[in-house]
C-alpha cells in the first residue's frame, strides 16, 4: 500500500469516496454502513477544505500513486498535544474483507506516535456495535465519555432516529518495552 497525505487537489475524489463508503450504495456492500442511521451526505468539498486549512493530516491510501482510493482517515491533535483523534476512517467497502481498515489504522497511529503522541481517541455512533466491537479488538477502550449527535446539521446528513450520540474511545499508544 502507498500512503499520501491529501491536499486540495484530492477534495472532489475524497468527497466521492467517502460520502459513498458511509452511506452510498456501495457502502450497504460493507458491514461499517451508516446509511440506516443517517441519511445524505457525510462531507461535502467545503467541510474537506475547511479541515485541510485548520491543518488536519488526512492520509490517502491507495495500491499505487495514480490508483483509485482504497482507504482514508482523518488524524490532528487535540489541545493536549499527547492525545490526537482519529476519524473518517473509510474504506472501499467492496474491499472490506482485505485487512484494510487494520493497515491504515497502524499507519494512522504509527503517524501520530511519531508526533510524540500518547494517546489516540475515537467516537463512533453508539448502535453501531459491529464498529466499536473492531475498534475495541484493535486496542480501544470505551472511556466513559459521550457526545451529542450534531441534530439540525444537514451538512454531515439527516439523522433517521432521535436517538443518536457518540462513544468516545482511547488507545494508548506507548509501546510496551522490546516492541
Same mark, same amino acid.
Given at each position: 500500500?502507498?500512503? &499520501?497525505?491529501?491536499?486540495?487537489?484530492?477534495?472532489?475524489? +475524497?468527497?466521492?469516496? &467517502?460520502?459513498?463508503? *458511509?452511506?452510498?450504495?456501495?457502502?450497504?456492500?460493507?458491514?461499517?454502513?451508516?446509511?440506516?442511521?443517517?441519511?445524505? $451526505?457525510? %462531507?461535502?468539498?467545503?467541510?474537506?477544505?475547511?479541515? +485541510?486549512?485548520?491543518?488536519?493530516? %488526512? !492520509?490517502?491510501?491507495?495500491?499505487?500513486?495514480?490508483?483509485?482510493?482504497?482507504?482514508?482517515?482523518?488524524?490532528?491533535?487535540?489541545?493536549?498535544?499527547?492525545?490526537?483523534?482519529?476519524?473518517?476512517?473509510? %474504506?472501499?467497502?467492496?474491499?472490506?474483507?482485505?485487512?484494510?481498515?487494520?493497515?491504515?489504522?497502524?499507519?494512522?497511529?504509527?503517524?501520530?506516535?511519531? $508526533?510524540?503522541?500518547?494517546?489516540?481517541?475515537?467516537? &463512533?455512533?453508539? &448502535?453501531?456495535?459491529? !464498529?466499536?466491537?473492531? *475498534?475495541?479488538?484493535?486496542?480501544?477502550?470505551?472511556?466513559?465519555?459521550?457526545?451529542?449527535?450534531?441534530?439540525?446539521?444537514?451538512?454531515?446528513?439527516?439523522?433517521?432516529?432521535?436517538?443518536?450520540?457518540?462513544?468516545?474511545?482511547?488507545?494508548? !499508544?506507548? !509501546?510496551?518495552?522490546? $516492541?
Amino acid at each position: 500500500m502507498i500512503f &499520501v497525505l491529501a491536499t486540495t487537489a484530492d477534495i472532489d475524489e +475524497l468527497v466521492l469516496f &467517502v460520502n459513498s463508503a *458511509y452511506r452510498g450504495k456501495s457502502a450497504e456492500l460493507g458491514w461499517a454502513s451508516e446509511g440506516k442511521l443517517v441519511s445524505g $451526505q457525510r %462531507i461535502d468539498s467545503e467541510m474537506l477544505a475547511e479541515v +485541510l486549512s485548520a491543518g488536519d493530516t %488526512i !492520509l490517502l491510501m491507495r495500491d499505487q500513486i495514480a490508483g483509485p482510493l482504497a482507504g482514508c482517515v482523518s488524524i490532528k491533535p487535540t489541545d493536549d498535544r499527547s492525545i490526537w483523534y482519529l476519524s473518517m476512517l473509510a %474504506i472501499d467497502p467492496q474491499r472490506q474483507a482485505e485487512g484494510l481498515g487494520r493497515i491504515l489504522l497502524s499507519e494512522a497511529e504509527a503517524r501520530i506516535r511519531d $508526533q510524540g503522541a500518547t494517546r489516540v481517541k475515537i467516537t &463512533v455512533i453508539w &448502535v453501531r456495535q459491529a !464498529l466499536l466491537e473492531w *475498534y475495541e479488538r484493535r486496542g480501544y477502550q470505551r472511556n466513559g465519555h459521550t457526545e451529542p449527535f450534531p441534530y439540525g446539521n444537514e451538512r454531515i446528513g439527516v439523522p433517521l432516529r432521535d436517538d443518536l450520540y457518540f462513544v468516545e474511545l482511547e488507545k494508548s !499508544l506507548v !509501546l510496551a518495552s522490546g $516492541q
